[in-house]
């Protein structure tokens, strides 16, 4: 009978092994799953930039989007991702109550020697972790890059876009979507699905390099009034913009820390990234009522389908911050909310002069501001972290959070941009950007031959 | 030695969780997956009908189709999966057999102030089931949308997509996709991929509609011979339609359920919604052969490349009821019948002076139809339910659900736009067709600037 | 005590049942999963292709791609997987050391009333399996398709792409992307990404029909410099090639073997198809360095949209034979690299007056031979297979792979191109080619109505 225990205790140490394997090959690949789906994300915004631009500068715009996310790749292996290691606690780099953080804990993850940073047979998390995070901070240079269509130097916005996805969001990230930030640990700010940290850094930091770079040439009347410059193709902009949803999906599943590893918080159910716990299916129901509240906000004050489409990001970026909590009609409320004041908000900002080209601002700046306010009048009280006696989510605790997002977006936005501009980097030529800037940069034609109607077929 | 065993014991029941656990993530994931993918056939859907509309009604097509998938969002969260549980056994509200359908049953976990309704940590499948069911039905919207093109309603195409979405298809999925269903424990009705309950729902609702509906202007002449009234852009209907076929896929996984759940039917290996058992893998077998099956039947017959993608739809379409059971090479004929008389079908009902500008009836009536006859000639015997001395499927029972398919998609479609038709709220005013939907309805346009030929380059 | 043991051990048994459950699912879905991200391929090479043509030869172009796909999937079926299974050890059928080839082998699990190749509830594995490789067969098909556009037969071409999709690709993954395959266990050929068995072979087939075929019409003047002929829409050639990129995670997916199933390689990590360990999580470190360094290489020398998509494809491409091995920096570097020299790899066959309108050798071609050496150059010495004591990588081993897989592509594309260009088979005929194929050959119009500007709207 002892031999039966032994032998019993034997298989129970191998099963558990199995289930460790079972467990790590699938967390793997779930995170694995959410770089394919954000790369519709790019392929999305590819489709929906060049829509909205001018076909004289089709390709500008695309060549923009596509080398940015190409230059973001290989600056946040060496740096962006060592930044979100060693500065959760502010700009200390002291390390955080989880043991998480600081700079001998980014030291010895995310310097680019470090074991963890390529193949590793003992580590199958790092590689997809950061792969998930590299493609957020493509998203961040994406949201930027609508913004600031048919007249940015590519010089300029290279570097703009580099600073924003390598530097400034994962900052944003560090302080506000780990377990050690700051804003975290002192001021119970929550942020599940990167409202503040990616939609309100990328829309504050496009507002601030929009300012300084001026509005199109064509864009104001003399006496202040705006026009309308729509882009050559709304129905590829809409295409993208539903490609852009499908991908939504992907970053979602980014937000989530499932059970089971010995990086989970849990051992069960899968938690936010501050340990709290959460389902992917009480997400869900959030994600799709406010995708759905989105549009029907946006087509009621609209008829306008570049805002009904713009209102489904919308209206999941309204309700990202509290994605893990909301009662679904709630979250159909909150995407409804903002979607109705996105219009008025882009409105307003155009008539001071800033021609933000698909309403960055609007629907990324504003509309994540609102989802972390929502979270702070609506789900007030909720444990922020994990553990026990931890601090709650608070409405000061949202403001704090929206007053560091906003100037932590918006000021290196501004003065960056501002640097470039005085030294004669921002902005293209008048004369490129009256010709167009596909005819004066790009070796390649987005329509040679018109488009001209078929000859008639043969049947 | 007493100890040894306690503690072996605790090791077992600790890696019990860990397994529960990793299995629960899992399932959940996996049904979460669904929805991504379905989104791409909404991605797909808005290029398919925007590119099959003419560039004057282009973005009108587009608005139609998103805001339809918006609406469907609420009412099938605050009635339409009410209906599912509640339906099952007919319309008396009863339990049935399996004890998850009925009154009692679907006030518990179905309405909007369940429990099951929104974020529950006890709870990781209802949301994303519902997710899944929510796809499903924007998708018998979408199917609707196609067909309707260039002369419906905004308000009329809205109320018949909510009724299609959030009513119909959900009860007759409640009566033929359900364990308790009545058509399954009385007639063995076997629809494993929901050809009868979204395709022939869906396709038969639309030809109920555009009945009423009347065909474009200009579609028919005074003899009642047809012109053809081609899209603006078939290559946009034709990358449509591949992005319909990338989120089949999710379709198709949103017809499986896996094991090792509470709700599960098995514990070993996957099932179908009746709990009859079955592989993902013999399923990816027929649908690509039903694929390929559909692709060369079409092309056989029209070497059109819309109807060649048609048909890829049409030949999965064939299959649908039974990718559970099918020989692969039997998977390929039953798509390639299918797909060979699509298009006589279409060219059928086009000289009967119907307009489905799309082939939305032959494509998805039709062949959901032939899909489940095939099951009733081929597949008869099969078992139809979980369980011993079951029920089993045959063509008397299949029949039995073509029949109740095709009656309770055409009745409501044909009766409500009948109504709509009758109060002014179907159709569009001639000038509004003949100018365009978008000139007249669309605050925005499709193509501001045409597409000229681009400036040369630089180089 | 006895009886808490017997209840025990049962316990045991039944946990060992549902981990296998478990992960038998997870593994099945994990395949599944391939099968929609490459359908994603599939729909970015229809866009990429049919925006590369000129509007006169759009549909042409989409129709050659999607048949192809549709008549691989049943000669796959019937032949190809037989063939991947029979042949590893060469051509004479013999069993390989692992004792997974050879013809008994073969004809066990993959002639076509094999109980694996259909539905069976005693396998989840062999439809999965079979489905990735057939979108990997499409995808050798669709690397052609892009080479011949504008004037290739469809009888020809169909031909043509059957031979490459359902005999040559998988003769060569047969021979080097399999454990039991001659170039594996007699020379240490490593591809875990099938830069050559996929790469190469389409590259060098394209290679050897396109010099048959013959340059387009006005494609070279009488002094022999060469023309560009750019395709009508290159924002839906970019768009199609992001789709190509989302899609090649799902690729990348198919050429790893999870754990823990009987036919796994391992029971805690994952392995390449010749069963040496990797993780999923470094894979992904290397492909997104390689896709930017292919972007930023392209991008530094010919500043043109078009490489720099086609340099996100080639830099993916150039690291693919060693995305298990490289440190991410290197892999950044090798993409950068094969980026750099593609253009002037294009450049030189033009010169040559060869006619490959999308570069599918320079990228294909040449980046896949090109990462096949680069393992031969920096990773020379790792195990090449499974188990103790084995072969490893080398600079000859890889140099014995490229003339192999440089010969067995191009030998049968020129052959087969040669007969079916004497038979009359290969070209159309030059007014049809003048006039474009769609005007002759497709009873469809891709724009019917040309694209003119909209009315103005409403409001």
Redesign the interface.
Known sequence: ??Q??AS??A??AE????????????S???Y??T???M??I??GF??YE??AS???N??AS??KN??A???I??FF?FIGWWIYWAFPTGLSLSEGAMGISGLAYANDVAL?WSQY?????D??????F??AF?LFAATTASILSGGVIERIKLTGFVVLAIVLGSFVWILAAAWGWHADGWLVTKFGYHDFGAAGVVHMIAGFFSLGVIINLGPRIGKFNADGSANNI???????T???L??I??????FL?GCVI???EAWSWG????ATIYGT??????????T??G??????GA?MI?????W??SG?LGGIISCAAGL??????MA?AIGFIGAVAMPFVASFIEKRGIDDAVGAFAVHGFLGMWGLLAVGIAAQGYPALFGEDVIETSFMGQLVGVVVMGALGFVPGYVISWLLKVTGQLRVPKEAEL??L??????????????????????
């Open positions: 009978m002892e039966d225990l019993l205790a298989a129970v099963l558990k092994g199995s289930v460790a394997a079972t467990n790590g090959t699938f793997e690949t779930f694995f799953l770089i394919p789906l790369v519709l790019h392929a590819l489709a060049m829509g001018r076909s004289k089709a390709l695309g060549i596509i080398l996310f190409a230059l790749v290989p292996y680019p940073m390529g193949p590793n047979l580590d199958r998390s790092s590689g997809v950061w792969g590299v729509p882009g050559h193709s709304m129905p590829m809409l295409i993208g539903m490609l949803i499908a991908g939504f999906w992907g599943m499932v059970p089971g051992t069960e159910i899968e716990p959460m389902t992917i299916s009480g997400m869900t129901f959030n799709l009522m995708f759905s509240g989105g549009i029907v087509w609209t008829r306008d389908p570049f009904m489409m489904a893990d909590l909301w009662y679904p009609p159909f010709l167009g596909d005819a004066v940069k790009v070796p390649a034609s987005a329509y040679p031959e018109a488009i001209h109607p078929s000859v008639s077929p043969a049947e």
